[in-house]
């Protein structure tokens, strides 16, 4: 039994977010049925990580039979994803009013880069827009691919409030609509930046900081560097003999740039194999930049099951863990 065995979630087939949302609750038990359009144009595609673990059916929306087909199965659901444009739901006459009104408990799952209301709510977008509004996208300084507006700030975040939802539904017998936009998401997503601007401590996370980095090795591959605490920064000296008093100056900002020039040079004077060596089991907070290729053949990765290969495709596991303790 995982911990969403026995509800039932019916997600209308989308791209991104709303296939996440559906992945991560089909991955922790849920029943999740997709429905889609009998098109070549659709979306779904056998080979998308993003849509293990669910059935699929094809329907006609605009069809009576295909509205009745639909509605069957929303009427015997626990909850419902959706990620179109506002309006476009109510249009096919399976907005929330109207699934609410034949399923009371239904937890109606709506997921958008805007929002359901706001100037911006009728304008299309995408997740670097999304990002670039909610001041996020100046803070990281470089698209990170679209993981904080699609997935982070979009469907994980939707997966959060069904579950939410869904547990008052259990208490109370009546459902509700759960509006996640990707701006209201990206901007939480930022919480703990918020609260270091106000202290104007943030740009300790953008890189500038030396002990807070990647470095190049001579071989061209990057090594991370994330010493913040004074113990692990300590550490970080100790293993590369750091004893050049420039160094205790940590939170100096004036000196960042020098510092950083300088271990740059370290860095850059043996391969990255040679300093995972040099730093493994060390409390100094350095860790390999893997690529994609690397990453499932790391020993942590591996003894963690952090990845899975499913079909002949490489991907990530089920996450998080539920681990039973003794009764």
Not at 26 to 50: F, N
Not at 91 to 119: A, E, I, K
Not at 281 to 294: F, H, N, R, T, Y
Request: aromatic content about 8%.
């Amino acid at each position: 039994m995982k911990p969403l065995s026995g509800i039932k979630v019916i997600e209308f087939s989308g791209i991104g977010p709303g296939p996440f949302c559906g992945m991560m609750l089909s991955d922790m038990g849920a029943s999740v049925t997709r429905i889609s359009r009998p098109s070549p144009a659709d979306p779904v595609t056998l080979s998308s990580v993003l849509n293990r673990g669910r059935t699929n059916i094809e329907l006609d929306l605009k069809s009576p039979a295909g509205l009745d087909a639909a509605f069957d199965l929303i009427d015997a659901a626990d909850a419902l994803i959706e990620g179109f444009r506002p309006g476009v739901m109510e249009r096919l006459g399976l907005g929330p009013d109207v699934c609410l009104n034949r399923n009371p408990r239904l937890v109606y799952g709506r997921v958008t880069g805007w929002g359901q209301t706001g100037p911006l709510s009728q304008t299309a977008g995408h997740d670097l827009n999304y990002i670039a509004l909610t001041g996020v996208l100046h803070a990281v300084g470089a698209p990170p691919l679209n993981l904080i507006g699609d997935f982070g700030g979009g469907g994980m975040l939707l997966a959060f409030g069904i579950v939410c939802a869904l547990l008052e539904a259990r208490a109370t017998g009546r459902g509700q609509i759960v509006d996640a936009a990707m701006t209201d998401g990206s901007a939480l997503l930022m919480s703990m930046i918020w609260g270091m601007k106000a202290n104007n401590a943030w740009t300790i996370f953008n890189g500038s900081a030396h002990f807070y980095t990647t470095y190049k090795c001579s071989d061209g591959k990057l090594i991370s560097v994330a010493a913040i605490e004074p113990q692990f920064y300590a550490s970080l000296r100790e293993k590369l003999n750091l004893n050049d008093p420039a160094f205790d100056a940590q939170m100096d900002r004036n000196q960042w740039p020098q510092l950083k020039t300088h271990l740059a040079a370290i860095f850059n004077q043996h391969p990255r194999a040679h300093w995972e060596q040099v730093f493994a089991g060390s409390d100094a907070c350095v860790a390999p930049v893997l690529d994609l290729d690397e990453a499932p053949q790391d020993p942590h990765n591996i003894a963690r099951g952090t990845f899975i290969e499913v079909d002949g495709v490489m991907q990530p596991a089920p996450a998080p863990r539920f681990l039973k303790g003794q009764p």
